[in-house]
């Protein structure tokens, strides 16, 4: 897997911004981020709607990326 230094600092952004929101749960903060040429891709369990949307949300909302693929998926309870 190569990472330019662009996709690196993306995935690195990311992850910054998961683990300081702290009204994320621990799953949440720690799905998988897979960055190329801008387009991140998403995966893990998160607990619920609201959580799966505001990680793509946040991903979007970061410099550089050009495209989100949100493939979290909700715990099932």
Partial sequence: QKETKKDI???AHIRKA???DKSLSMDAQNVK???RNGVVTLRGPVENKAERKLL???AKHTHDV???NNQLEIKVP
């Fill in 56 to 58: 793509k949300k946040i």
């Fill in 66 to 68: 050009v495209k989100v």
């Fill in 33 to 35: 981020i897979i960055t």
């Fill in 18 to 20: 998961l683990v300081n």
């Fill in 9 to 11: 600092k993306i995935t």
